[in-house]
C-alpha cells in the first residue's frame, strides 16, 4: 500500500494523558499536513511542514499540541494533558510540491477519545 | 479572511438524475478550489480542482464542477447520479496570494442518492 498511513487509528485515553500519533506520508511526498475533524464538520487546519521545516501553524494548535517531521519523512503530532474537547478524527495528509497547486491525499485518521 | 460556505447540509436525489452540490467561497486573490469526497470509514479523496483556464473542470468518477468568479462560486455537479455516488461532500479553497499553505474546507454536503 502506497498511500497515506496513520497509527494508531483509534486511541482512547482519560483526559490528563499524552498522546501522539504518527503520520507516514506517500514516500516521495515532501509537503505534510495535520488537520482535526469534529463530527459535523471540515477538516480544521493544525499545521504543515515542507520536508523538516514546519511551516505554518494555526491558531487551533496549543501549546499542548506539538508536531515533529524530523528527518522530512514520518511526523508525529503530539497531545499534551488532553482534554475532552481534544476529541476528534486528527488527519494527516501528504502533498507533492511540483507546482503551486496541489491536491492532497489523505490518511485514513486518528480517531481519539478522551474520556 | 479566507472561507468556504456549503449552504446544504443534505442534498437528496434519485438515481440517473443530475445532482448539484454547491459551494461558494471568499478569498482576497485568486482561489485554488477543490473538492474531496469522504466515504464511510475511509479518507478524504480528491476530485477536483480549479486553478486557471476553464471554468468547467472534469475530476474523477464522473463529477465536474463550474467555477464562476462573478457569484464566487465553484458547483459540484454530475449528469447522472448513482447510488455509489452516496457520500460527504467537502469543498475547499487555498489563496495562493497571501503566501500560506493552509487550506479551508467546507462544513460537508451529505449526499443522498436514491434508487
Known amino acids: 500500500d502506497t498511500g497515506v498511513s496513520q497509527d494508531p487509528r483509534h486511541k482512547i485515553t482519560k483526559r490528563g494523558q499524552n498522546v501522539t500519533f504518527r503520520c507516514d506520508p506517500i514516500?516521495?511526498?515532501?509537503?505534510l499536513y495535520w488537520y482535526r475533524q469534529t463530527l459535523g464538520q471540515g477538516p480544521e487546519f493544525l499545521t504543515y511542514f515542507q520536508n523538516e521545516a514546519q511551516l505554518e501553524k494555526s491558531r487551533l494548535l496549543s501549546d499542548r499540541f506539538s508536531a515533529e517531521r524530523p528527518k522530512g519523512s514520518f511526523s508525529t503530532l503530539e497531545i499534551q494533558r488532553t482534554e475532552q474537547g481534544d476529541s476528534a478524527m486528527y488527519l494527516c495528509a501528504s502533498s507533492l510540491a511540483r507546482d503551486r497547486a496541489y491536491e492532497q491525499y489523505f490518511g485514513p485518521g486518528t480517531r481519539l477519545t478522551v474520556t | 479572511a479566507q472561507s468556504v460556505a456549503q449552504p446544504e447540509d443534505q442534498v437528496n436525489v434519485a438515481e440517473g438524475n443530475p445532482l448539484t452540490v454547491k459551494c461558494t467561497y471568499s478569498v482576497s486573490g485568486n482561489p485554488y478550489l477543490f473538492w474531496y469526497v469522504q466515504y464511510p470509514n475511509r479518507g478524504l479523496q480528491f476530485l477536483l480542482k480549479y486553478i486557471t483556464g476553464d471554468n468547467l473542470v472534469k475530476g474523477s468518477y464522473g463529477f465536474e464542477a463550474e467555477f464562476n468568479k462573478s457569484q464566487t462560486s465553484f458547483h459540484l455537479k454530475k449528469p447522472s447520479a448513482l447510488v455509489s455516488d452516496s457520500a460527504l461532500y467537502f469543498c475547499?479553497?487555498?489563496?495562493?496570494?497571501?503566501?500560506?499553505?493552509?487550506?479551508?474546507f467546507g462544513a460537508g454536503t451529505r449526499l443522498f442518492v436514491k434508487a
Open positions: 514516500s516521495e511526498h515532501n509537503r
Open positions: 475547499a479553497v487555498r489563496d495562493l496570494n497571501t503566501g500560506g499553505f493552509k487550506t479551508i
